[in-house]
């Protein structure tokens, strides 16, 4: 039986992360904002100084099948600070391709379940923002799909929550477009606390000649 494996990218994952990120920015129909290119991941998540973190997720054939491990989905983050709870992680991205979500045992190229996984979705879009409080002395805190089986982007998730703990985050934040109502539940139904519906909180951003003007250039 093919078992999935939950991995540190590696810079030659590079194009096939660009990919999957051109996929999720299909299914958001935003994808003429895609601007990044291969080059800009490599030097930009694997130089002396990160911008960014990534896990990816592979199907690892049974012993004696002659293809190759395959990559089907990947989680994008990053390490933020908040003056009143200090180190923090952020959710950019997670992504897994059609055919390979829904629950655990559904890895073999069939179709998902009907219990698919909502996508996490960047802070720069018309958005909600979710927060998932945790802490180390809550080791039993774990995210999980609902379904009867753990599904690799619940692996994605909790392996993020991981890094997190470990580094001594005290929260793990995500966003969602405010039309992704799926998203949503499960994110309050995984504990997370809706910040745009509890606190209000509005999310702006400043592009191009937005900042230029801002730093007088």
């Not at 299909?26 to 290119?37: F, G, M, N, P, T």
């Not at 055919?99 to 979705?121: A, F, V």
């Not at 879009?125 to 080791?139: C, E, G, H, T, V």
């Not at 599904?151 to 793990?172: H, M, N, T």
Request: proline letters at 5%.
């Amino acid at each position: 039986m093919a078992s999935v494996l939950i991995r540190e990218a590696k810079e030659g994952d590079c194009g096939n992360i660009l990919r999957m990120i051109r996929e999720l920015a299909e299914y958001e129909k935003l994808s003429d904002q895609v601007k990044i290119s291969e080059e800009a991941l490599r030097a930009d998540g694997f130089g002396e100084n990160p911008f960014f973190h990534c896990l990816v997720a592979e199907i690892l054939p049974a012993p004696g099948e002659p293809q190759g491990s395959c990559m089907v989905g990947y989680g994008l983050y990053y390490f933020i600070y908040s003056t009143w709870t200090g180190r923090n992680i952020y959710l950019e991205d997670i992504y897994v391709k059609p055919e390979y979500r829904g629950t655990g045992q559904d890895w073999g190229g069939k179709k998902s379940s009907p219990h698919r996984l909502p996508h996490l979705l960047p802070l720069n879009r018309s958005l909600w923002s979710f927060l998932i409080p945790f802490s180390s002395d809550k080791p039993s805190f774990c995210f999980f799909l609902p379904t009867s089986g753990q599904g690799i982007g619940s692996k994605i998730i909790k392996k993020v929550a991981e890094v997190a703990l470990d580094k001594g985050c005290s929260q793990f934040r995500l966003a969602v477009l405010d039309w992704n109502k799926k998203a949503m539940d499960l994110y309050k139904a995984l504990g997370a606390r809706d910040l745009t519906e509890a606190e209000g909180w509005h999310s702006f951003r400043f592009e191009g000649e937005a900042m230029r003007e801002l730093a007088g250039k």
